[in-house]
């Protein structure tokens, strides 16, 4: 149990287009979604905090306008990142709170390379 | 929630125990410890999870000391599949917290 499912796992866009990258939970409803970016030999980075629903929380230094997040059921959070440009390419990797637990679950990532 | 101090990376040879400390002195009495490892190119997975006892499940088992200032993630078999990057982090368990992840232990095992 607790699966959440990333898609795509890898993407290459020309730069000024923009892409969507969907985070679903399987097998659970996730009231709370999380984003993450992590760039090569660096650890992760919260981007924001999606709740199903509402608009989404974002960190310190993050764009909302540039990466739009949208937490429309509880199974489905989608981080679309708008005119993307070579210094977007990253990492980025969702994750998902099960309701009654206190564990975050993640995504296997997708790998984004703005060329 | 309070900061972690993990070893920046360690060896462990295939099939001893692999032994992880974490220090995180400033931990409050509701945070918890939570453990995660990051294979390359892959998400993080759970481990294991603990407030004060001692932990075990099929993966690991978690030792906190008396005063919660540190713990020790322990992996009793290590195979070379449990190379990764090892995060430890504290968080309160209630409501919707973010995990913050620091630098972690990169885990080598070694045949």
């Known amino acids: 149990g607790a699966v959440v499912s990333q898609h795509p796992s890898w993407v290459i866009c020309k730069s000024g287009t923009s892409v969507k990258i969907e985070c679903r939970s399987l097998?659970?409803?996730?009231?709370?979604m999380f984003w993450y970016r992590q760039f090569p030999k660096q650890s992760l980075m919260l981007m924001a905090t999606?709740?199903?629903?509402?608009?989404?929380?974002?960190e310190q230094g993050v764009e909302k306008d540039k990466f739009l997040i949208n937490h429309a059921s509880l199974t489905l959070s989608t981080l679309t990142v708008t005119s993307a440009h070579p210094e977007d390419s990253s990492f980025y990797i969702c994750s998902a709170r099960v309701r009654g637990r206190t564990e975050a679950f993640f995504g296997q990532g997708t790998r984004l390379t703005v060329v | 929630d309070a900061k972690t101090t993990q070893p920046t990376s360690m060896d462990c040879a295939e099939g001893r125990a692999a032994n992880l400390p974490c220090n995180h002195s400033t931990i409050s009495g509701n945070e918890y410890v939570y453990w995660y490892r990051q294979i390359h190119s892959q998400g993080p997975q759970y481990i294991i999870h603990g407030l004060k006892n001692n932990e075990t499940n099929e993966m690991a088992s978690l030792i906190i000391t008396e005063d919660r200032k540190s713990s020790t993630l322990i992996l009793p078999h290590a195979t070379l599949r449990d190379t990764a990057v090892y995060y430890c982090i504290v968080r309160v368990a209630e409501g919707a917290q973010k995990l913050v992840f620091g630098q972690g232990t990169r885990l080598t095992i070694n045949p």
């Open positions: 097998d659970f409803q996730a009231t709370t």
């Open positions: 999606s709740n199903e629903g509402s608009k989404a929380t974002y």
